[in-house]
């Protein structure tokens, strides 16, 4: 049995409003990664518990 096409319908929302809204949303989650990367050890931590590809056996 051949598969049934599927429709998707997507409300499409341009309105200032909207637009306004998730500038401002990508705007504060791009200030938290910024601010992610330089408060903080993980990165370090991660990199000193890594092995390196040419090290594994």
Same mark, same amino acid.
């Given at each position: 049995?051949?598969?049934?096409?599927?429709?998707?319908?997507?409300?499409?929302?341009?309105?200032?409003?909207?637009?306004?809204?998730?500038? /401002? =949303? +990508?705007?504060?989650? @791009?200030?938290?990664? /910024? =601010? +992610?990367?330089?408060? @903080?050890?993980?990165?370090?931590?991660?990199?000193?518990?890594?092995?390196?590809?040419?090290?594994?056996?």
């Amino acid at each position: 049995m051949p598969p049934l096409p599927v429709t998707l319908h997507i409300r499409l929302l341009h309105t200032q409003q909207v637009e306004a809204t998730f500038a /401002a =949303e +990508a705007h504060r989650q @791009s200030c938290l990664v /910024a =601010e +992610a990367d330089n408060g @903080s050890d993980d990165q370090d931590f991660v990199e000193s518990i890594a092995t390196s590809w040419d090290d594994e056996e």
